[in-house]
């Protein structure tokens, strides 16, 4: 993707916003997660694995609660497993934050833009608050957390939400995710969808488009990619 943003000011055609998701899309929160996991399954006495811990990328926080209760013997209420996880991630970003290579600049541009933005995201409310607490005011129009879903991701519940809450057409919106689980999501809703794989690998698509970073993506982009699948599917 061109790193240029010529012509697009005000101008951003059928691109009405952007619906970020947050772990390993945003910020780099997996390995917070997967140390938390770890010293969770130990303490319990069970044994924990890189590849159960890439099992749970993505997925509603009760779903990777009943697999740490099933694959990692964690005798505790699914509620409290969670609970106990994000005590540990909310620390750790408020203490440090590892932001993905080239979405500072990327929001920024859409602010500038006047793009509005939404995260959609399976952590809870109190994770997504120390991480947008960190950005300008008024960076994020909406925030859809797992908490306030009756049905996680791979369901297209949230990214419908972020749409309806910023009132537009879900066809019109690039969702980036870093996760199958999320894509699944977003796909399911009818966003447009780019894929910045992260911890697990992303299979390949018509329905996406995948890259490695977001370091070299411009608004121009991701209004030329909603063009792009808006004119297809018009059959234009």
């Not at 929001?107 to 995201?121: D, F, H, K, Y």
């Not at 996760?179 to 780019?194: H, L, M, Q, W, Y």
Request: glycine share 10%.
């Amino acid at each position: 993707m061109s790193p240029s943003t010529t012509g697009i000011g005000s101008q951003v055609g059928r691109l009405q916003a952007v619906l970020w998701d947050m772990d390993g899309t945003l910020v780099d929160t997996e390995p917070s997660w997967i140390a938390a996991e770890y010293r969770l399954v130990e303490s319990f006495g069970g044994t924990w694995s890189d590849e159960h811990a890439h099992a749970l990328v993505g997925n509603a926080l009760p779903v990777s609660a009943a697999y740490l209760r099933e694959h990692g013997g964690v005798g505790l209420p699914l509620d409290e497993i969670v609970r106990r996880l994000l005590v540990e991630v909310v620390a750790d970003a408020r203490v440090h934050t590892s932001w993905r290579p080239g979405v500072h600049r990327l929001l920024a541009e859409l602010r500038q833009a006047g793009v509005p933005c939404a995260m959609v995201t399976m952590s809870y409310r109190s994770l997504a608050d120390a991480i947008a607490d960190q950005l300008p005011p008024g960076t994020f129009s909406a925030v859809v957390t797992g908490d306030q879903v009756s049905n996680g991701k791979p369901d297209p519940e949230a990214y419908l939400r972020a749409a309806e809450l910023l009132g537009v057409d879900p066809g019109g919106c690039v969702a980036i995710e870093d996760s199958p689980t999320g894509v699944t999501s977003a796909e399911a809703a009818g966003c447009v969808v780019i894929a910045v794989p992260n911890q697990v690998p992303i299979p390949a698509a018509p329905t996406r488009t995948i890259i490695p970073d977001l370091a070299a993506v411009s608004v121009a982009d991701l209004v030329e990619l909603v063009e792009l699948v808006g004119t297809v599917s018009s059959g234009g």
